[in-house]
């Protein structure tokens, strides 16, 4: 089992960056694919970004593809999401999630019932 932490969120303007942690507690990180959702006001949470395990491989949603990057430190049980060109509509609560690698041909998930562990969330919002 694996309790997840998020940090990082804040007010920023359109167009700036902003990093987000996600720590976990647990000897066992390193053996979790890790994710980001994000959930605005009203919506569904949806997905914004995997990475596999090994940390060698990463999966995002298109509407932040080229924006955000998922990274991973399997030796600080952290794993980040840097959001550079920050739109209004990134306006939500970001939450990280955990699960244990799938076998089969697509390693990736994007579904939110996918996922067993998640954080608390943390707030991102961006200003116009």
């Known amino acids: 089992q694996v309790q997840l932490v998020e940090s990082g969120g804040g007010l920023v303007q359109a167009g700036g960056s902003l990093r987000l942690s996600c720590a976990a507690s647990?000897?066992?990180?390193?053996?979790?694919?890790m994710a980001w959702f994000r959930q605005a006001p009203g919506k569904e949470r949806e997905f914004v970004a995997v990475?596999?395990?090994?940390?060698?491989?990463?999966y995002y949603a298109d509407s932040v593809k080229g924006r955000f990057t998922i990274s991973r430190d399997n030796a600080e049980n952290t794993v980040y999401l840097q959001m550079n060109s920050l739109k209004p509509e990134d306006t939500a609560v970001y939450y990280c999630?955990?699960?244990?690698?799938?076998?089969?041909?697509?390693?990736?998930?994007?579904?939110?019932?996918?996922?067993?562990?998640w954080g608390q969330g943390t707030q991102v919002t961006v200003s116009s």
């Open positions: 999630a955990a699960q244990y690698p799938r076998i089969g041909s697509t390693w990736y998930r994007t579904r939110a019932n996918e996922y067993d562990y």
């Open positions: 647990g000897r066992t990180f390193s053996s979790y694919d």
């Open positions: 990475i596999r395990w090994t940390g060698r491989s990463t």
